[in-house]
């Protein structure tokens, strides 16, 4: 039950986070630009897993979780770079613009033009983090050698938490380890999507643009 807030709130904050970048990679592909949008997208689910990690209240799995959600995040992240630049270009631009004739705004352009395109995309990654998280976590909880044989020791010696009862790292070591191990997270899944990029190189064009 220690293990289920943070795994819950992970999976929300992602699936948000996932509807973003979905929201960004459209906007790239049909105005052949934004690329900005998109990397801020991929860093922020690289550090996302630290916000629930906080929420853990029991310090004694705290890193089995923040294990979990990083690895969880990443593998989970490199797949949905790729899945959604193939799935936004079954979107039509047309659409955008009949949304703007019709009065609608960024968030109804977003909830009835964008999201109804790739909901199906959305439950795959919600079901994948579900998965990918829990398993890793309640894997490792019921281990026989117990929760600290499950993260590896670099993890540990990265992770602000602290299996092995040693003393409290300083504030700035605790970010610095934090942010080291989120930029783990963050540079493949940007190298990921500028290989994949290649499928939003040829935005469609529509009478409107011409």
Not at 141 to 157: K, T, V
Request: glycine content about 10%.
């Amino acid at each position: 039950m220690n293990c289920l807030p943070p795994l819950l709130i992970n999976l929300a904050g992602m699936l948000v986070i996932y509807c973003l970048m979905t929201l960004a990679l459209v906007r790239l592909y049909w105005h052949g630009r934004g690329i900005v949008p998109v990397l801020a997208t991929i860093i922020i689910a690289g550090f996302f897993w630290s916000g629930p990690t906080f929420l853990t209240p029991n310090v004694k799995i705290a890193g089995v979780v923040s294990y979990s959600l990083w690895l969880g995040n990443l593998l989970v992240s490199g797949f949905a770079v790729v899945l959604l630049c193939q799935a936004v270009r079954s979107i039509p631009r047309q659409l955008e613009d009949s949304a703007r004739l019709d009065g609608s705004g960024w968030f109804g352009t977003v909830c009835h033009v964008v999201l109804p395109f790739v909901r199906l995309e959305l439950g795959l990654m919600a079901l994948l983090t579900l998965l990918g998280t829990s398993v890793l976590c309640w894997g490792a909880l019921s281990m026989p050698g117990g929760p600290y044989a499950f993260c590896p020791p670099w993890f540990n010696w990265l992770s602000a938490t602290n299996l092995m009862g040693e003393s409290t790292p300083s504030l700035a070591k605790f970010f610095g380890e934090m942010i080291a191990g989120s930029l783990v997270t963050t540079l493949p899944v940007i190298l990921i999507f500028f290989l994949a990029k290649r499928y939003l190189q040829h935005p469609p064009v529509t009478e409107v643009d011409a």
